[in-house]
Every structure is written in structure tokens, then in C-alpha cells.
């Protein structure tokens, strides 16, 4: 039986076949799983599967290693396959490439025309796939998403039964050590591997990332400690992060590495509280769905973005930053693209917290009314509303916005978020608590400062402003080799002009258009 995971993709896949869909493409790198969603179609289809690449030509799947020279390049397979009058799949790997030549993208439409009478179908895969437009308008695209958790659990289970036997804990010390660790190994290898909870703690790590990425990083854990546990979660988790930040879309924050902390903002922590609620089985058992997310809007350095992970830290869970601005490809159709992998990933790893930080550059690509960038940006707005909507994963979005202006108004109706609150420079309490938390993170007794004095200096002062004072006023300390003092501290807020001062007229309109409309953080 496949694996839950590809059982829609695998219902898809047959009914596209069964339609006479001539060509289909799955824009992936996962070979190994797309050779499991083809035998499984094409068993049940009761279809023959035919593999081709440039390097071994046109082969049956089930034939192994073999090759056929005479189909080696991509012309001759082409010409091959608009001769044959079987009903079969081929499986076309890598042929993106080799479209741009004339001849090639030729032949495949006329392949294509023939197949569209038939039950035969041509799959395409490679990443990325860049087809001529003639032929992007006969193809279908099918999404082959991200391993669910079934799929990991077969491959760590087939892991764990091939490798657990073969290695042993890595020897410490002597060969005397090394060999009673070894039979020691042996005769208790059957009974080694992670109990349930520290299997969920794995399985939950892994999710996000491909199979074969979740299979190299389970292996290395294996094949170094001889054994799977709770351990290992910090290992899969840091090879998580990078392959997140190698896609260049998203930054991932394991909820271990969250020691945010957050000075006031009580409403915004009130209401967390409350919408925690949404996430119950007591709220699942009586049709509630859980919150969708919320707007922080406001001034600029004030803690925004500190606010969304304070929140993944308050909530237990992990935390994906999307930077708006590194959607925008110069390629057509890649931001839209971006987008949906972006969103994918999100999914992937629900329940998460997904930041999406200054938003209105996603929203305003272009100067906002969508024609200096054809349409882009209404296309991605109205992408976001339509999944913010109707998205069914566990994804609680947080968006952070400085300038209001440039928001569409939908964006700001009541029902889009759950809440929308506006963040203004911290008053003299949260600014108490800003300088505390500053001081005691870089090793300094606030009580050796006369607090009350330093909050009346940085009155119109942003929390982001307060950070680099407590920073540069070290950094003079450390220089004079003095201790940290008031004066110090003083001095240089002195040298500072807020953020209050140089933009007054912006963060005045921003309180005007807040005032009524949008819930105060304090």
C-alpha cells in the first residue's frame, strides 16, 4: 500500500491519465518518490512504466540497470515514442533542458497530439521546469507535496531495521572497550530503537523537510550513535533550519531556540491568552476552528517584530519568518510560485507560527495599484486573502506592517485577521521593563542605574532605540575601562535623535488613522 501522503496525489495522477491528459509535469528533485507514485498508478491502471534519461535511454522501469543507446538523446526518444502505439507511461527525467532546442519542443508537441487520443501519458520532472509557452499550455502541473508523517514513519522504520543491526555505538576509548560495546551491541540490537514518544518528538523534527533529506539526516544519527532517541531532535532540527534558509524564501526558529522576551504589549498578551483557547479539543469538540492570526501595525523599532516570537514562544511552538520582499523573481510565474512554496512549507510543519514581516511590500509591489508590475502584486494579495480564508492546517499568521498606507483596505477588514493591533512608542513603564531586559542580557545589575532617570531621558524613544544605547553605551565602557553608569547611558541618548523626532508628522498620521480603528498593544 503507498503511503497516505501520496494517496491524492496518486488519485490525481490516475485521473489525469484516464482523461488523456498527454503531459504531465512534477516539479521536484524526489525521483525515489515519484518512481513510488508511478508503480502504484500504473499497477492499478494495469499500464506498462518506461523510464528515459540522457544517460541509459529508454528502458521498462522494472528492468534495472540496462541500457539503450539508441534512445540516448532526447530527439530519438521523442521519435521513438510518437511511433509506439502502446498505452504506457514514460517517465521523461531531466527533459526541461533540452525543450529550448527547436527540434526537441517540436517533436514533443506532436507526441503530445498523438498521446491526447490515447490512455499514454509523458511525466516530466526536474527542478525547476521551465516550459516554452506553446507547450505550458498543453501541459498539466502536479504537485508532489512535501512527505507527511506516514511517509516519514515507513522510512524511519526501514531505517532503523537496516542500519540499527550494522552499527554499533562509536567506540570511546580502547579496543577492549570497543569490543564489549560491540557485543553488548549485537545481542541487544533488537531491542534498540526510540520508544513512541521520542519516535513523535522525531517524526515532528522531520516534518518539512524532503524524504531523502530526512532519510541522510536519521541515517548520520544512526550510523554516529548506533540508536535513535530524543537526543537526535537537536540534530535534525539544526539540519532543518539550514535547509530551510537554503531555500531563501523562509527563516525557521526552533521553539528551543525562542528566548525572546517581551517588555508591556499587556492587551496583545491578554488576548493571546484568551485565543489559546482556539487550539483545545473542548474548543475542536464544539466546531470552533482555531485563530487565524493577527496584524501588527505601528511605529517602526517598537517590537513588532519581537511581539511574533514572543508569541511562538507563549504558544509552545516553532516559528517561520517569510520576508514579503523576497517573494518578487524577475522570472514570470516564479513569485506566484514562491508564494505557494512558502505556504506549502507552513503547512508542512503545523502546527507553527508563521511571521510574515512587512507585508506591505508584498502587497504594493510596484507602487500598489498593481500595473507597474502587470498585475503581480493584486495577484499575490488576492493568493494570501483566498488561503488566509480557507487554509485547514494549524498555521496561526502573524503579519507586521510600518506603513498603513500602502495596506489594501480589504486587507484591514474585520474577519481578515482575528485582531489587528497597533503597536506606538512604549510609555514609561514598558520602557522600565525595556532597559531591564537590555541590561540583564548583556550581564548588568539594573539596580546599579537610576532607572527612573534613563526612562525620563528616552521618553519618545523606541525599544529597537533603547537596545543600541544600552549597546554603544558598553561599548564606551568597555573602551574607558569603567563600569556601566547612569551618566554613560545618559550621555549617549543624548547623542541619539529618535525615531519620534526625525518622523514626527508620519507616526502622528499613523496614531490618527490607529485611533478607533485598531486594538492599542497596552
Known sequence: FPPMALSTTIHDLRTLIRSSHPLVVIETVEEERVLALLQSVTAQERMPLFEW??????????????????????????????????????WLKDLGPHLQDAAVCRQLREVAAIYSRTRATCILTGQPITLPLDLDKIAVRLDLKLPARHELQSMLQGLLQSLGPRFGPRPRSTTLVHS??????????????????????????????????????IAHCIVERGTLSAEDVQTILKRKVQAIRDGGLLEYYPLEDNRFELGGFGNLKA?????????????????????????????????????????????????????????FDKFIGESEKNFRKAIEMAEALAPIVLWID??????????GNGEADAGLSR?????????????????????????????????????????????????????ASIWRIHLGLRKQDS????????????????????????????????????????????????HTIPLSVTRQEEIDALRQTAHGRFVNVR
Open 447 to 494: 539596580a546599579q542605574i537610576d532607572l527612573d532617570k534613563i526612562v525620563s531621558a528616552s521618553d519618545g524613544f523606541s525599544g529597537a532605540e533603547i537596545e543600541q544605547a544600552v549597546v554603544a553605551a558598553l561599548y564606551r565602557a568597555l573602551h574607558q575601562k569603567t563600569p556601566l553608569t547612569t551618566d554613560l547611558l545618559i550621555e549617549e541618548l543624548a
Open 379 to 431: 495577484r499575490l494579495f488576492g493568493a494570501f486573502l483566498t488561503w488566509l480564508q480557507e487554509k485547514k492546517h494549524e498555521v496561526f499568521v502573524v503579519a507586521t506592517a510600518n506603513d498603513l498606507s500602502s495596506l489594501p483596505p480589504e486587507l484591514l477588514r474585520k474577519g481578515r485577521f482575528d485582531e489587528i493591533f497597533f503597536v506606538d512608542l512604549p510609555d514609561d513603564t514598558e520602557r
Open 53 to 90: 534519461s540522457v544517460t541509459r535511454g529508454l528502458t521498462r522501469a522494472e528492468e534495472g540497470q540496462t541500457l539503450s543507446k539508441l534512445t540516448a538523446t532526447p530527439l530519438a526518444v521523442l521519435q521513438h515514442l510518437h511511433g509506439l502505439t502502446v498505452d504506457a507511461v514514460f
Open 358 to 367: 512587512e507585508i506591505e511590500k508584498a502587497m504594493v509591489a510596484g507602487g
Open 271 to 327: 488576548w493571546l491568552d484568551r485565543a489559546r483557547v482556539g487550539f483545545t479539543p473542548e474548543a475542536k469538540s464544539l466546531n470552533l476552528t482555531p485563530p487565524q492570526g493577527i496584524m501588527l501595525v505601528g511605529v517602526p523599532g517598537c517590537g513588532k517584530s519581537l511581539a511574533a516570537k514572543a508569541i511562538a514562544r507563549e504558544w509552545t511552538l516553532p516559528l517561520l519568518k517569510l520576508d514579503a520582499g523576497r517573494l
Open 180 to 217: 564489549i560495546l560491540r557485543s553488548i551491541s549485537e545481542t541487544k540490537a533488537a531491542e534498540r530503537g526510540p520508544s513512541s514518544e521520542e519516535s513523535d518528538a522525531i517524526l515532528r523534527a522531520l516534518h518539512g523537510l524532503t524524504l531523502h533529506q530526512a532519510r541522510q539526516v
